[in-house]
């Protein structure tokens, strides 16, 4: 029998308020969900990455069937040869010719692919298919484009200020920022003393139940060559646990969040981040909650507003602000090359086994392969910033990045990595690129105190790579930054330097990138 609706529940979209549930009539509808091969495979996923997708999926279905609401749900196999090659597509177009849908309905992904496969999929079956807007965001992308209109820069503050006044967040009765300004940037960013962070409350840990195990033991099978692990995972793969991890985090380490959101420590964990990420990228948790609940702690009294603030500008400012900009500039935005064929490489090898002798980017590696997750200045300032001082191409660092990450999802990888990170749009996120030498990093942690490399050395055996490459990055890019006077200071500090350094610097340069200095 054919049905009235085939209601497609993505894996990044496990919430029952989803508004492609709206509406929906359990006796003429039916709900789909698919894990496929695909979606592990379009990019080298870490298999900690698969399950922290696959698992929350397998307990929203059972969610779903305690609602009693039917279901069609594809799971794979943990037998590798079992619907291999089988991809998104081509399971919906299985499943809109077994059950006749007069309509498809989807709330709108988070991936452009996504979007064009469903657009595609239905267009040859013969259905129509209807997105819906996703409630889980404060700012439509339609609202994000009328904010851009006209505007010659998309300043994240500005954006993030109209944001805070529309939905009243954080703000007096006369419209004015509670404070009196619109953010505490000079009281956050804070590094540890050198005794370092000492004793930080832990995030919360989940031990995977017998639904995790059973993807756990399904992605060790099937996916044996991906890079990580999955053992140590414990992730929240609920609503009710990620509320858990929620509360944790407000209770525990929001108040110390904004003085060390920036700082890194060797051997740490997670320090004083939330670490919820992962589970408001899956729509576990929605932003306006995540929001309420920092508000209400300053409202209250239990956190100091700069970290209140501090957090709220990180998911009703930046996070709101990536997707706009996503939607805004899609599809042509993923091409985009700006530093051209000065930005061409492969990531380096190390970005998948952490074997390296630069203290910062082993430290970094080290927590990124044991529970893909790395801080956003260990992805922005380390890692990122390596990655675009050795010339990595953005595209492909962004697919390492989806890859590794467990909370990547197209829609805030692709304007991070591509824009934010490595300059590849030429500044529409930021307007001038974050490069900075090892003495960024030096100042940031604690990790060149215990590193083979001098951060304050640019050329001899024992000089940092990152501050080799930063001379050699400026050197290469002076006149395509000349005219930016964001960077007038630093083109200023390079010009100081003799003929005969930047030849060293160069040469130096070209050996790291080579591979003919190993790092």
Same mark, same amino acid.
């Given at each position: ?45 870490h ?21 009693h ?35 498809v ?19 040859q ?9 996703d ?13 851009a ?8 503050e500005?954006f ?32 540890f ?17 017998a639904i ?11 996916f ?10 414990d ?8 509320l ?17 959101? =920036? %700082? !890194? ?6 320090? *004083? ?6 589970? &408001?990228? @899956?729509? +576990? ?27 709220v ?41 952490g ?7 082993? =430290? %970094? !590696?080290?927590?990124?392969?044991q529970?893909? *997750?790395?801080h956003?200045?260990?992805?922005l &300032?380390? @890692?990122? +910033?390596?990655a ?6 953005p595209?492909?660092?962004n697919?390492w ?9 197209d829609?805030?990888?692709?304007p ?10 030429g ?35 024992d000089?940092c ?14 006149d ?40």
């Amino acid at each position: 029998m054919s049905i009235r609706h085939l209601v497609i529940v993505l894996g990044d979209q496990l919430s029952l308020g989803l508004s492609a549930l709206d509406g929906l009539q359990p006796d003429r509808d039916l709900i789909w969900m698919a894990e496929n091969d695909e979606e592990a495979t379009h990019v080298w996923c870490h298999r900690y990455r698969l399950v922290g997708f696959f698992a929350p999926m397998r307990h929203f279905r059972e969610t779903l069937i305690r609602q009693h609401l039917p279901i069609d749900y594809h799971a794979l196999s943990p037998d590798p040869q079992h619907d291999r090659g089988c991809g998104f597509g081509n399971l919906l177009e299985r499943a809109i010719r077994q059950h006749r849908p007069r309509k498809v309905i989807v709330t709108r992904p988070g991936d452009y692919r996504v979007k064009q496969i469903l657009t595609e999929t239905c267009q040859q079956a013969g259905v129509e298919i209807e997105f819906r807007e996703d409630r889980d965001f404060y700012c439509t992308p339609e609202r994000f484009a009328r904010w851009a209109a006209g505007k010659k820069s998309l300043v994240m503050e500005n954006f993030y200020r109209v944001m805070r006044s529309e939905h009243g967040v954080l703000m007096t009765d006369g419209d004015e920022p509670v404070g009196g300004q619109w953010n505490f940037d000079h009281d956050n960013r804070q590094k540890f003393g050198k005794s370092g962070p000492g004793k930080v409350p832990p995030v919360p840990s989940f031990a995977p139940d017998a639904i995790t195990r059973e993807v756990i033991a399904m992605v060790r099978s099937r996916f044996p060559d991906h890079p990580g692990s999955a053992d140590a995972f414990d992730l929240p793969v609920t609503r009710e646990q990620a509320l858990v991890a929620l509360q944790d985090f407000v209770d525990h380490r929001l108040a110390r969040f904004g003085e060390y959101q =920036d %700082a !890194m420590w060797s051997g740490s964990g997670f320090l *004083y981040h939330s670490r919820l990420s992962h589970a &408001m990228n @899956l729509h +576990l948790l929605s932003a306006a909650e995540v929001v309420a609940a920092a508000v209400g702690a300053w409202t209250s009294g239990r956190v100091p507003i700069n970290s209140a603030e501090g957090f709220v500008r990180q998911v009703l400012g930046w996070r709101e602000y990536v997707r706009g900009i996503y939607w805004l500039k899609m599809p042509e935005y993923a091409s985009l090359n700006a530093l051209g064929c000065d930005a061409d490489r492969d990531v380096p090898a190390c970005f998948w086994d952490g074997k390296t002798e630069m203290a910062c980017v082993a =430290d %970094a !590696m080290r927590l990124l392969i044991q529970t893909a *997750y790395a801080h956003h200045i260990q992805r922005l &300032m380390v @890692l990122g +910033l390596y990655a675009q001082l050795l010339g990595v191409h953005p595209a492909r660092f962004n697919d390492w990045h989806l890859a590794m990450y467990a909370d990547a999802i197209d829609w805030v990888s692709l304007p991070n990595c591509l824009g934010m990170s490595q300059h590849g749009d030429g500044g529409i996120m930021a307007t001038k690129p974050y490069c900075a030498s090892g003495n960024y990093i030096r100042g940031m942690s604690n990790h060149c105190q215990g590193c083979r490399y001098d951060p304050k050395r640019s050329i001899g055996d024992d000089a940092c790579p990152f501050t080799t490459l930063y001379w050699d990055f400026l050197d290469r890019h002076r006149d395509r930054f000349r005219a930016n006077h964001r960077m007038a200071m630093q083109l200023k500090n390079l010009e100081r330097k003799s003929e005969t350094e930047l030849a060293a610097i160069r040469e130096r340069a070209d050996g790291l990138r080579s591979g003919a200095i190993a790092t």
